[in-house]
T-cell receptor, first 116, second 113 residues
Framework: AQSVTQLGSHVSVSEGALVLLRCNYSSSVPPYLFWYVQYPNQGLQLLLKYTTGATLVKGINGFEAEFKKSETSFHLTKPSAHMSDAAEYFCAVSDYGNTGFQKLVFGTGTRLLVSP | NAGVTQTPKFQVLKTGQSMTLQCAQDMNHNSMYWYRQDPGMGLRLIYYSASEGTTDKGEVPNGYNVSRLNKREFSLRLESAAPSQTSVYFC????????????FGPGTRLTVL
C-alpha cells in the first residue's frame, strides 16, 4: 500500500523567504502525487499534481514541486512567501487498492506560518 | 456550478444521538468519499463510493454508515454518536481515474458531548 510522510508539522518562514515543505512517499507502482492547501475553516484545494511527464510541476499561487523518483520525494517550494500563504498543506499519493479503484492517501499535514 | 456542497456546516450532538451528514456534487463525478480530519492525523477515509450503487469501507468505518442515493448525493450517518466522533467531516468527489484529483466540500464541524 502507498503511504506519505510529511516532515515537520509546523514550518515558520518570514515574508519574502523561501518556502520548502517536504513530502516523501512510498509506492510500489509509479505514483500519482498531489499537493493540497487548506485555509482556515475551509475545505482542501488542489495546488498541483504530478501524473506523468515533466518532473517539475507548477501550480497555483506560485508554488511548484519536483518529483524525484530516486529520492521518493515530492517537495513543495515557493521562492518568496506571502502572508496569504499561511495555511495547512497536505501531500497525497494515489492508492490503487485491491479493487483497482483510486483512493488518495494523505500525509498528516504541515502548517505554514508566515511572519512579517 | 457549486462543486461539492455539504450540510450542515456545524452540529452539536449529545452522546447516543443520531444524525445524517449530506453531500452533493454537480460535476457528474462517478466517485465520492467521506473523510474525517483530526489534529495531527491528516485526513482519514471513512467510506467511499466508486460509482452509483456501490459503497465500500475505508480506513475508519466503525460507527458510520453511508448511502449513495444517486450519482449526485452521498450521505454519512452516525447511528449513535460518541465523543470520539468529534471531528471535521469532509466530502469529496472525483472522476475516479487514477490520475484524478479529488474535489472537496467546505466541511462539517461536529461536536459530540
Amino acid at each position: 500500500a502507498q503511504s506519505v510522510t510529511q516532515l515537520g508539522s509546523h514550518v515558520s518562514v518570514s515574508e519574502g523567504a523561501l518556502v520548502l515543505l517536504r513530502c516523501n512517499y512510498s509506492s510500489s507502482v509509479p505514483p500519482y502525487l498531489f499537493w493540497y492547501v487548506q485555509y482556515p475553516n475551509q475545505g482542501l484545494q488542489l495546488l498541483l499534481k504530478y501524473t506523468t511527464g515533466a518532473t517539475l510541476v507548477k501550480g497555483i499561487n506560485g508554488f511548484e514541486a519536483e518529483f524525484k523518483k530516486s529520492e521518493t520525494s515530492f517537495h513543495l517550494t515557493k521562492p518568496s512567501a506571502h502572508m496569504s500563504d499561511a495555511a495547512e498543506y497536505f501531500c497525497a499519493v494515489s492508492d490503487y487498492g485491491n479493487t483497482g479503484f483510486q483512493k488518495l492517501v494523505f500525509g498528516t499535514g504541515t502548517r505554514l506560518l508566515v511572519s512579517p | 456550478n457549486a462543486g461539492v456542497t455539504q450540510t450542515p456546516k456545524f452540529q452539536v450532538l449529545k452522546t447516543g444521538q443520531s444524525m445524517t451528514l449530506q453531500c452533493a456534487q454537480d460535476m457528474n463525478h462517478n466517485s465520492m468519499y467521506w473523510y474525517r480530519q483530526d489534529p495531527g492525523m491528516g485526513l482519514r477515509l471513512i467510506y467511499y463510493s466508486a460509482s452509483e450503487g456501490t459503497t465500500d469501507k475505508g480506513e475508519v468505518p466503525n460507527g458510520y454508515n453511508v448511502s449513495r442515493l444517486n450519482k449526485r448525493e452521498f450521505s454519512l450517518r452516525l447511528e449513535s454518536a460518541a465523543p470520539s466522533q468529534t471531528s471535521v467531516y469532509f466530502c469529496a468527489s472525483s472522476p475516479g481515474r487514477f490520475e484524478s484529483e479529488q474535489f472537496f466540500g467546505p466541511g462539517t464541524r461536529l461536536t459530540v458531548l
